[in-house]
């Protein structure tokens, strides 16, 4: 190997950790799992309190759990489930979601306000 291929390689691995980094340590914990029903939002609950909520829609029922800083459904009565298979989230950004339900339970950083500030 030539002393530029070194160089390529090196500078490949250094990208790579580099990204690395940023993606695992640079998105961060998110504050609160907002809970949407429709696109409309129904509640926001704090990360760090555990809780467990059942949310009850018109095409059905979900059990949200929140625990240790994650948030999981652990129950629903939809036909495929895929939302109590999901991983459960804490990042900010992440999402699960419940099609046959019309739910999206999102982990956000601030807390949505419906009031106007002035």
Do not use: W
């Amino acid at each position: 190997m030539k002393k530029q291929d070194f160089i390529v390689i090196a500078a490949v691995l250094a990208a790579a950790a580099i990204l690395f980094a940023v993606l695992h340590f640079g998105i961060g914990k998110g504050a609160y799992v907002q809970i949407q029903v429709n696109n409309e939002i129904v509640d926001t609950l704090p990360l760090n309190e555990d809780t467990e909520r059942l949310i009850e829609t018109e095409y059905g029922t979900n059990k949200l759990v929140i625990q240790d800083g994650y948030a999981a459904v652990t129950d629903a009565d939809c036909p495929d489930k895929i939302c109590v298979r999901h991983r459960k989230i804490s990042q900010n950004g992440e999402s699960i979601i419940c099609l046959p339900h019309q739910l999206v339970i999102s982990i956000v950083n601030e807390k949505e306000n419906d009031e106007i500030d002035i």
